[in-house]
């Protein structure tokens, strides 16, 4: 049998049961991370799964998905990695694959800030579980900050946060530095998608001497699936890395889709523009191409709808 015949095998399931999406993430030691790449990308193969895993000698990184069994197979296997033993995920489901391949990549950062020494495993801000969330962001003397990028932010945020406005993870120490936060002793609560960005964002934080930050445990994602919409301080959706796009309030799929041209998220409303053009435009990049680029883009849509209907052809062959 062939990988992609296994891979087949593992990932058919009954046209009634959603595909499992499993986010996590875990800061360790793993200084001999390039070691675990092969055989985790050969069982994700195996069991039919799906999406994108970060190995670096800081921990372990990804969004994965697939059948119930072979979600569970990935995370029984990193977790018989000593040092992963503890790591936690979340879970949510979607009506289709979100993915279009599996890839297992080495990088130096599981999450890239690029400041040296900033290390989660020697200092974070304090955990903060969503039960307990509504009131730290409601206290009036409370700064918030949304750590994400400003296409996430714009579609979606916790009422009164502070957005960055920045369009990398790289630019959020430069904001920090410039924001004018002076009382360092006043708390700020940040949050981002899944939590891991707020285990650099807040260390760094610590490290410039700020000493009561707070981060929300688990994310946005897992504030929506345990916190009731009906008490929810939570407004819109949230972006999410897959073809679902975006969640909202118990981790349903939003109504956004994603622009093939710049990977922003388009809402329901910028989809009704005469700027919008499925593959090749929408109101955040139309005026900053050509029609040259957007001759290209339509093209390259094409070719991915093409690849994506013979993927699809394969796995029910």
Not at 7 to 16: F, M, V, Y
Not at 216 to 222: C, V
Not at 239 to 265: K, Q, S, W, Y
């Amino acid at each position: 049998m062939t990988g992609s015949d296994r891979s087949t095998e593992a990932n058919s399931r009954p046209s009634n049961q959603p595909v499992i999406v499993a986010a996590l993430y875990h800061f360790a030691r793993l200084p001999d991370h390039e070691a675990l790449r092969t055989p985790l990308a050969d069982l994700c193969d195996r069991s039919g799964v799906r999406g994108t895993l970060l190995l670096a000698r800081e921990g372990v990184n990804g969004t994965i998905a697939g059948s119930r069994a072979g979600i569970d197979a990935v995370l029984a296997h990193l977790r018989a990695i000593p040092e992963l033993a503890q790591l936690e995920h979340k879970e949510s489901t979607a009506h289709k694959m979100p993915f279009r391949r599996m890839k297992v990549r080495l990088k130096s950062e599981i999450v890239t800030m690029g400041v040296p020494d900033i290390d989660p495993l020697e200092g974070v801000g304090a955990y903060v579980y969503p039960k307990d969330w509504n009131a730290l962001i409601s206290d009036p003397d409370t700064i918030v900050i949304d750590t994400r990028n400003d296409y996430e932010v714009g579609i979606g945020t916790f009422k009164g946060a502070v957005n960055p406005q920045t369009s990398t993870f790289r630019e959020f120490p430069g904001w920090v530095e410039n924001a004018g936060i002076e009382d360092k002793s006043k708390p700020i609560a940040m949050f981002c998608t899944g939590g891991i960005r707020c285990e650099k964002a807040t260390a760094f934080m610590r490290s410039q001497g700020y000493e009561n930050v707070y981060h929300l445990k688990g994310g946005i994602l897992k504030y929506l699936e345990k916190v009731p919409e009906e008490e929810s301080l939570w407004e819109g959706s949230c972006f999410v890395f897959d073809e679902r796009v975006a969640v909202t309030h118990g981790l349903r799929e939003g109504d956004e889709i994603l622009c093939r041209a710049c990977r922003n998220p388009v809402t329901p409303e910028e989809q009704a523009s005469p700027l919008y053009e499925e593959g090749a435009s929408c109101p955040h990049c139309y005026n900053s191409r050509t029609d040259e680029d957007r001759k290209r883009f339509r093209m390259r849509h094409r070719q991915m709808l093409a690849e994506r209907a013979a993927q699809t052809d394969k796995d029910q062959s």
